[in-house]
């Protein structure tokens, strides 16, 4: 992403943002070989910056790996107490990338997994909404319980936005629903179904905005397409 030569050497740590503006109008600034003037804009991803003829290292290719978790697997880069972590099924990816959100130990499915420290913030403020679409095995199913998993009830002493909730199959009381929240609260979809007295047997997310599992196997990664890429940096500008 280009930004502000002036922004971009003092988030590089080169200098304050006025002394960048000096730098730049004294001619010390080169771009690509180029003597760089006030108002220019650049990229550390891809272009050759100089200050002083000592060039700035790049940043990382951005790199976005759609990852289906596993149960059994916490959503860290490094754990105290010794568990496996959604780390180390990435670690052969080439770059350290680091989760977007999270999926408790017990659940499984999509987890976006970027080096894009930008997009991840975007993604998991309340403000955008991104909507998460779970698949919930639920044992305790009765009639009318999705009318009790759509109520705003209060978790973490405010109230949930009106989740989405479909029957998909019920045998008895066991039953397969799909529940699509907005925020992610702390295993949310799990304190809703236990206020609706629904024990949850597995939880999957299948869909996360515009991206969806599919047929990725537990443990396994790809990379996005350039399509799915597009499409999440365009919903998340």
Known sequence: MEERLQKLLSAAGVASRRKAEELIREGRVRVNGNTAQLGDTADRRE????????????????????????????????????????AELVADCGERVYPVGRLDLGSEGLLLMTNDGE???????????????????????????????????????????????RLISRKGDVAVLEVIIHEGRNRQVRRMCEAADLKVTRLKRVAEGCLRLGDLKPGAWRELTAEETEQLLSEMA
């Open 47 to 86: 272009d050759i910056i100089e200050v002083d003829g000592k060039r700035l290292p790049k940043l990382p290719t951005r790199r976005y790996l759609l990852l289906y978790k596993p149960r059994g697997y916490v959503t860290t880069l490094s754990d105290e107490q010794g568990r496996k972590t959604v």
């Open 119 to 165: 997009l991840a913030n975007r993604m998991m403020h309340p403000k955008n909404e991104v909507d998460k679409t779970y698949i919930a095995y639920v044992i305790g199913y009765r009639d009318g319980a999705e009318e009790l998993l759509r109520r705003p009830i209060e978790l973490d002493g405010r109230p949930i936005k009106t989740p989405k909730v």
